[in-house]
């Protein structure tokens, strides 16, 4: 099994600022990485798929990047809609693995 | 567009089975993959397992001695059995789409529904 970390697990920001999260994967899974949005009380919403592709209706201050064992969420500058738990995903084997998440929230 | 909903019991009883159902509207459920995952309160996400329209599964190792995942394409839902449960299966469990081989990211998702494990 492919285990994803997430780091860090909490990450505070003011609003308007840049967030950076990463996830490494203990294998290459090449560019089969997906990213999550999780609000309190919702289910996961998709935002990056191919490690780079943003998700329909995605604005382009989220952005993805990296490729084999280290990649990258990027939110250029946090709106109060952004505080939540991001989740990223392997697709390359089974079983499919998600990381344990990381909290952005408020500074 | 296409949109996800789960239904089942809210309430288990210890070493009974678990049963849920996704129904799939806004789209056919052919010509793609269904899955099943899971949160437990306050912790991650679990794939859980997937089938496809013609029946092809595939389980997460970690629970597939208890699983069970089938698919009525004539009703557009899919449904998941796991066996024998306890507490630590308390989680919502949610269902979710992938296109296919390769295209394995998960959307949409359905609402999730919470299935408490008690006796």
Redesign the interface.
């Known amino acids: ?1 492919i285990v994803m970390t997430q780091s860090p697990a909490t990450l505070s920001v003011s609003p308007g600022e840049r967030a950076t999260l990463s996830c490494r994967a203990s294998q290459s899974v090449s560019s ?1 990485l ?1 990213w ?1 949005q999780q609000k309190p009380g ?5 935002l990056i ?2 490690a780079s592709t943003r ?1 329909t209706g995605i604005p382009a201050g989220v952005s993805g990047s990296g490729s084999g064992t280290e990649f990258t969420l990027t939110i250029s500058s946090l709106q109060s809609e952004d505080f939540a738990v991001y ?1 990223c ?1 392997q ?1 390359k084997d ?8 990381t909290k952005v929230e408020i500074k | 567009q296409v949109q996800l909903q789960e239904s089942g019991p809210g309430l288990v009883k210890p070493s009974e089975t678990l049963s849920l159902t996704c129904t799939v509207s806004g789209g056919s459920i052919s010509s793609y993959y269904w ?1 099943w995952i899971r949160q437990p309160p306050g912790k ?4 859980i397992a997937f089938i496809s329209e013609s029946g092809t599964t ?5 629970l597939k001695s208890r699983v069970s995942i089938s698919i009525d394409t004539s009703k557009n839902q899919f449904s998941l059995k796991m066996s024998s449960v306890t507490t630590a299966d308390t989680a919502v469990y ?1 269902c979710a789409r ?1 296109f296919g081989s ?11 529904t919470l299935v408490t494990v008690s006796s």
């Open positions: 099994e089969n997906a999550y919702q289910a996961p919403r998709l798929y191919g998700a989740y995903q697709y089974w079983p499919l693995t998600f990381g344990g998440g | 899955n991650g996400l679990e794939w595939n389980y997460n190792p970690s949610y992938f390769g295209r394995r990211w998960l959307d949409p998702w359905g609402q999730g």
